[in-house]
């Protein structure tokens, strides 16, 4: 498809039409949809063009159509699906949005919406593809593709319970089992930790649809985290000589034999760094610290990390984190807490698995899972979410001053409203079966919302895994995981992000009650079973553990969380890996010595000798 | 001279300057004063006045080595100024470096013979050195020539109270409601202050004056004050209301002036012991307070799920309130008391109140803590949980008295020189059988304190 040239007065989001004509037109001055429809001849005219791939003269007749009625549906249709074509987004993004809010009948409203919401799903824009998706399944409530595309925008924003629900309602609405469907079904089962139930759909729907590439990558994935490595490998190596030049299985290969130690097969099939992306750099980087090579570790991070500031302006933005930080620093001081209502015991105790990233919170959760009593919540349902939903429930205002209103009437009930919200998933997804206690919940965005979980349950117990600082920089800076504000765009944001979080910690710590229990990474490695014994102990459990704790292989009933594809025996490989980088690179953390120092005497390494 | 224009600069005179330098200081304005002070030294570093003005700010900013070496720098400028040996005696004293404040108080009184500012100093100096009958001495001289020097009287009562000089000390302590700090402390009033003899029911208004610590210390006297002058009217801030309101003896309790109308007398609560004739053998027993069963048990269910089970369950308070005038010398910082922490067999009950419980945040010792201070709503809730540990440890605060006024097992740990009611060389109080003492053995050396208290838990 050929370019077009801008010309002087077009519109900047890059439609080529006037601006005047375009994101800058006054939409009271549209035509109605009568004289709209005047053009519809042309339109399809265009419309055909379109179709029969004559893709400039499409262009040319839309432009001149909207360019005289810029609400022409069809013609905005053809150009808007030219400009996606184009690649030229910041124009597809405005005309989509521009169709999807046309006055229409359902259908089209569906239609529009949908494509729309697709369109921006295809980024990666899940989450600005929501209102889109529901504005589709509102207009036709019986499309099973409706409910498809608003399966994947909650699958992965998140909510996967709601995600599961609009799946199967799709599944439901069609004629017959559809490969696609089940294939992102299969894949929200995974993420809810189901992992039978995701293996035997995977099976179904790849019969159906053998072609569905990233089915098969979801199919391996969730062999890899039952333990079934050997078939996984086989997977993933069948899908390479089929789809060769796929990098995303290639990558998924990578990580496999990442989590099997093998970094030297890793980097032979990642090849040469030059022609890689971040991704894969920094899968290079955690190769080459398998490999006890701090410095061509270190190179390799640092040329992901540059690529992403280079080319996507990454870099470390606190600013609104640092906001929340002091407004609910202002707000959850033991003065204004302990007049608010507390809710009462609920149907079991939660224990919150507290550590920054890369802290061995998981590998604490993998052993509790193992102790009789215990479901593993991972981060599903996080108090965030319920943070959002304080307001509604107290009549609106500003989260979390809006908390006083727990002060008045009715209000003391929504302690008891929120815990029960938080429990429901819990109790749909099988974790309050008969005989658990405990269930573990290891939401890493629980650091900022102490003072709401001091409210719901004033008593749980806070287990914080610490790990030496450096070595948290250094293992977070070669995952690839965004953080919040996009702290890991280096290590000096990763190191402020972790201060931020440590102070928020001290600051709940000193103002509220807290049941708190702080253990080391270290000890954890060194040591597990007495670890995990201080923990059973601290939360009040009397549970004996299993032979071979420390082989962390014992069977576990499903949901898994994620974090189970790395199960594997404890290991010390990991503790006090810093210091080898100390000493091979002596500058590699001179810049963020200052802002971790601190942190590293107050938690007591230095003591340690660290 | 008037202010001149010299290259866009305003030229003050010196004179001046070193006044509004003064002012600054003196109206509390100290990050305007620190700015004036560094412009001022910057332009005549070497002036004796600006360097002692400069050294005051600092000291009073909190940078007191920069004060020490501002106003000895001032001193060997001018060695013959009388003001700066005295200033400085000040802030060795607040250094803890007391000889060297021994040496400057008494050299602002050989520059300065009749100044009764420098006696005072030296007074100072002498008791917290437990040199109680050179404070006794000096601190007369200082009212020979001032027979009105209030603080002078005031510092002559701690040293002979702190001497065991009971009968002694407490005429010299009825100069404390001259003092600038006590103002308001007694109503406005043309009544007389009670002299001890017989009243009529309800005439005497009896006030809970000073800190929350010497409201509890002399809560015990109410009884007697109660059976020379029956239903005697209690006035006490609402805080104390829960605690004074399980004595013996009012008639009513107040927390407004105004409540108080139609007594013909009055006496602040820490004027009773004098009234009574205390001396060391006649001091009325502890266990005057007793917290509420129901908070008792309340509060023992929270910590039965609270803390862990099978240790020593040690409550710790180490900070008292800032703004007291001897704060620096008693509140620790919660990690100096790391030999307690590093106990296994403890788990650490923190009952601080205040902004210093935010300290409780940087904890990560050994012994499990638990930051009990924001869950406290008043002194009865403190008095319950007392009742469910093994023992408390604390600073010289209220939580103390309150501790041992209840019986309760408390080790206090105190400064070199303490406040007066706790005495010397005695690792027991006459005033609570349940405390045990552990003094510093060095000025502001707290090491080996917490060590031995936490030897002997």
């Known amino acids: 498809m050929s370019s077009v040239q801008v010309k002087e007065g077009s519109c900047p989001c890059g439609s080529l039409l006037r601006a005047a004509r375009c994101c800058e037109a006054d939409k009271a001055q549209w035509p109605g949809q009568e004289a709209a429809a005047l053009l519809d001849d042309k339109a399809a005219e265009a419309t055909k063009l379109f179709n029969a791939k004559d893709y400039d003269e499409a262009e040319a007749l839309a432009l001149k159509i909207l360019d005289a009625v810029p609400n022409q549906r069809a013609a905005l249709r053809v150009l808007f699906e030219v400009r996606k074509a184009q690649k030229r987004f910041n124009a597809a993004d405005a005309l989509g949005a521009r169709l999807a809010g046309l006055p229409a009948e359902p259908a089209q409203r569906a239609q529009a919406n949908g494509q729309y919401a697709q369109h921006l799903i295809a980024q990666g824009r899940h989450a600005d593809a929501l209102p889109f998706a529901a504005a589709a399944l509102k207009a036709a409530p019986r499309a099973a593709q409706a409910h498809h595309v608003m399966g994947v925008v909650l699958t992965e924003t998140g909510e996967v319970a709601a995600g599961e629900r609009h799946y199967r309602r799709a599944q439901a609405l069609l004629p017959r089992e559809d490969g696609m469907v089940l294939g992102n079904l299969a894949w929200n089962l995974k993420l809810q930790g189901r992992l039978s139930e995701a293996e035997a759909l995977y099976e179904k729907a790849l019969a159906l649809r053998p072609e569905n590439m990233r089915g098969v990558g979801g199919q391996a994935q969730v062999l890899f985290t039952k333990g079934e490595h050997d078939r996984a490998d086989r997977i993933l190596d069948d899908a390479l000589a089929r789809w060769p030049e796929d990098r995303i299985l290639r990558l998924l290969k ?169 429990e429901a998933p819990r109790r749909r997804l099988g974790l309050m079966r008969e005989g658990v206690r405990f269930i573990t919940d290891r939401a890493a965005s629980n650091v900022w919302h102490l003072g709401l979980i001091k409210l719901l349950y004033p008593e749980a117990p806070i287990i914080h895994v610490l790990r030496h600082p450096y070595d948290l920089v250094l293992s977070n800076i070669a995952q690839d995981r965004k953080l919040e504000g996009n702290a890991h765009a280096g290590l000096p944001g990763v190191a402020r992000y972790f201060a931020l979080q440590a102070d928020m910690i001290k600051h709940y710590r000193g103002q509220l009650t807290l049941r708190y229990l702080p253990v080391r990474y270290e000890d954890l490695v060194a040591d597990p079973d007495a670890v995990v014994r201080r923990v059973l102990e601290f939360v009040g459990s009397d549970a004996s553990l299993p032979a071979a704790l420390a082989l962390n292989n014992q069977t576990v009933p499903e949901p898994w969380p994620a974090h189970f594809t790395v199960r594997e025996a404890v290991h010390g490989r990991a503790a006090w890996r810093f210091k080898a980088y100390q000493a091979a690179l002596p500058n590699l953390f001179s810049e963020v010595a200052p802002v971790l120092d601190p942190w590293v005497r107050e938690f007591g390494y230095e003591e340690q000798g660290a | 001279m008037s202010e001149a224009e010299q290259a866009g600069k305003v030229v003050m005179p010196l004179a001046k300057a070193l006044e509004k330098l003064a002012k600054l200081e003196q109206e509390n304005k100290l990050e305007q004063a620190d700015l004036f002070a560094a412009r001022m030294l910057a332009a005549m570093p070497e002036h004796p006045h600006i360097l002692q003005l400069a050294g005051i700010v600092a000291y009073r900013n909190g940078r007191t080595a920069e004060a020490i070496e501002r106003m000895e720098k001032s001193e060997a400028l001018s060695p013959q100024t009388p003001v700066y040996p005295r200033n400085i005696c000040e802030v060795y004293r607040g250094a803890g470096r007391l000889d060297d404040a021994l040496r400057a108080g008494k050299r602002a009184i050989e520059l300065a013979p009749q100044d009764s500012r420098s006696y005072f100093n030296l007074a100072l100096i002498h008791y917290e050195r437990l040199e109680l009958d050179d404070a006794v001495r000096v601190a007369e001289q200082a009212l020979t020539i001032d027979p009105e020097f209030a603080e002078a009287h005031f510092e002559k009562a701690e040293a002979l109270l702190l001497a065991g000089r009971l009968r002694e000390g407490w005429e010299s302590y009825e100069w404390r409601f001259k003092l600038k700090q006590a103002e308001g402390m007694l109503p406005k009033t043309d009544k007389p202050q009670w002299d001890g003899r017989p009243m009529e029911p309800g005439k005497l208004l009896i006030i809970g004056d000073q800190g929350f610590g010497d409201c509890v210390q002399f809560g015990r006297f109410m009884p007697w004050a109660a059976s020379q002058a029956p239903q005697p009217v209690l006035a006490c801030s609402a805080e104390l209301l829960p605690l ?214």
């Open chain 2, 244 to 457: 004074l309101g399980q004595l013996p003896g009012p008639g009513k309790i107040v927390t407004r002036w105004d409540d108080a109308a139609g007594y013909e007398a009055f006496i602040p609560l820490s004027g009773l012991p004098r009234l009574a004739g205390v001396t060391l053998e006649n001091i009325p027993p502890a266990g005057y307070l007793a917290p509420k069963p129901a908070l008792v048990a309340r509060w023992g269910e929270t910590l039965e799920r609270l803390v862990p089970r099978g240790k020593k369950r040690i409550a710790l308070v180490w900070a008292g309130r800032p703004t007291h005038k001897n704060d620096k010398k008693r509140s620790l910082k919660l990690t100096q008391f790391k030999p307690l922490f590093d106990r296994d067999d403890v788990v650490v009950i923190t009952v601080q109140k205040g902004d210093q419980i935010a300290q409780a945040g940087g904890y990560y010792g050994r012994a499990p803590l638990v930051n009990l201070g924001p869950e406290i709503e008043d002194f009865l809730d403190t008095m319950a949980i007392l009742r469910h540990v093994d023992q408390l440890v604390s600073i010289d605060t209220s939580v103390a008295h309150l501790a041992g006024a209840s019986n309760v097992p408390t080790s206090v740990v105190l400064p070199y020189a303490p406040d007066w009611r706790w005495l010397l060389n005695r690792d027991d109080t006459p005033w609570y059988p349940s405390l045990r003492l552990y003094r510093q053995t060095v000025p502001y050396q707290w090491d080996d304190v917490i060590r031995r208290l936490a030897a002997d838990l």
């Open chain 1, 254 to 422: 990578v990580m496999a034999d990442l989590a099997l130690q093998r970094p030297r097969a890793a980097l032979e099939r990642l090849g040469p760094p030059e022609k890689q992306m971040p991704p894969e750099l920094l899968a290079r980087g955690r190769a080459f610290m398998q490999l006890e090579q701090p410095q061509d570790a270190v190179n390799a991070i640092a040329a992901a990390r540059n690529i992403q500031r280079e080319r996507t302006g990454l870099f470390y933005q606190p600013e609104a984190l640092q906001a929340r930080v002091a407004r609910d620093k202002a707000y959850f001081t033991a003065d204004r807490v302990r007049p608010l209502p507390k809710a009462g015991p609920g149907g079991f105790m939660p224990v919150f698995l507290l550590g920054f990233r890369r802290s061995g919170s998981a590998l604490l959760e993998q052993l509790l899972a193992q102790i009789p009593g215990f479901a593993v919540g991972d981060e599903l349902a996080p108090v965030a979410d319920l943070a959002k939903a304080v307001p509604g429930l107290l009549g609106g205002g500003d989260y979390p001053d809006v908390l006083d209103e727990m002060l008045v009437g009715e209000g003391a009930y929504v302690p008891d409203r929120l815990r029960e919200v938080y």
